[in-house]
């Protein structure tokens, strides 16, 4: 249900969001790791600004998480970031400058960011 403080918050995020990008972009040699988190579900994609190119993708609603199913929202978060980075170091990318998207730096995208970490990706 929208609500007034729901409105606020929504708000509130797309300020915090839009002041993120202002000074992060993603080029060739250091492309961005974008999130978004809905309320059931975990998305996260690295892109080259510079192209407009999403280089690599994933969620938790990828075919690889059908067999995890029962975990917590933290723990898929983990996962997916974990997978990502997999991903990512296969297609060759090391080194992401993490874009959380006005999202706090906590919970399941703190999960994503430390699975990326585990992987082998740089922030």
């Given at each position: ?35 978004f ?15 407009g ?16 199913a ?9 996962l ?30 703190k ?13």
């Open positions: 249900m929208i609500t007034p403080s729901n409105i606020a918050k929504i708000a509130l995020r797309s300020r915090r969001r839009a002041a993120i990008r202002k000074r992060l972009t993603g080029t060739s040699t250091r492309p961005r790791l974008a999130v988190r809905s309320n059931k579900h975990i998305y996260a994609q690295i892109i080259d600004d510079s192209t190119k999403t280089l690599v993708s994933m969620s938790d609603k990828a075919k690889a998480f059908s067999a995890e029962g975990l917590k929202k933290t723990e898929r978060g983990m997916v970031g974990q997978k990502l980075g997999e991903v990512a170091l296969a297609a060759g990318i090391t080194k992401v400058a993490f874009d959380r998207a006005g999202y706090k730096y906590h919970g399941r995208v999960a994503l960011a430390e699975g990326a970490r585990k992987a082998g990706l740089e922030f």
